[in-house]
């Protein structure tokens, strides 16, 4: 396998993982954190959101679109520019609606709830702070998971894109 077809794997990849965890969050964390009590919601999104804040999650999440744009490079450059077009897409898509989505709208509600001392809300006062994070951070999350399965699949179609035309 020459650097170029390993680029390309390599950024499938990442974005596959990335994509893979965004909708995982879709179909069984925020479902099941449906069914928990607002004190509890609250308390599990502080630790999460601290939690994943890591090199296992911010490198891929970071670097895809870089991945992806040299991906695109190493396609045009070798002549394969349906392939190289895809996945310039798949960057522009991931860096608009993955990266700006996430720094736009789920890290600053991030930071709010982060803010938050638990223990010194009354129950009127855990209800509201979660509904007022939790609505717009699903809205947010899912524009993003809806962006990240869309790069994930320009960058797949320009892998057989790419594959039909060397072949």
Do not use: C, K
Not at 111 to 116: I, K, T
Not at 127 to 137: D, H, I, L
Request: glycine share 8%; proline share 4%; aromatic share 8%.
């Amino acid at each position: 396998m020459n650097a170029r077809i390993s680029l390309l794997v390599i950024s499938i990849m990442a974005t596959g993982l990335v994509t893979g965890l965004l909708y995982g969050w879709v179909v069984s964390v925020i479902p099941g954190l449906r069914r928990v009590e607002g004190d509890t919601y609250i308390s599990t999104m502080q630790n999460i959101n601290r939690e994943i804040i890591n090199p296992w999650f911010v490198i891929p999440f970071m670097t895809v679109p870089l991945m992806l744009a040299a991906a695109s490079f190493a396609e045009l450059r070798a002549g394969n520019h349906r392939a190289g077009w895809y996945l310039a897409a798949a960057a522009t898509t991931y860096v608009i609606g993955v990266l700006g989505v996430t720094m736009g709208g789920n890290i600053p509600l991030n930071d709010s709830l982060d803010a938050v001392d638990l223990g010194s809300l009354s129950g009127d006062a855990v209800e509201r702070t979660r509904t007022e994070y939790e609505t717009p951070w699903n809205r947010w999350h899912n524009l993003r998971t809806a962006a990240s399965v869309i790069a994930f699949a320009l960058a797949t179609a320009a892998a057989m894109i790419g594959e039909t035309d060397q072949g």
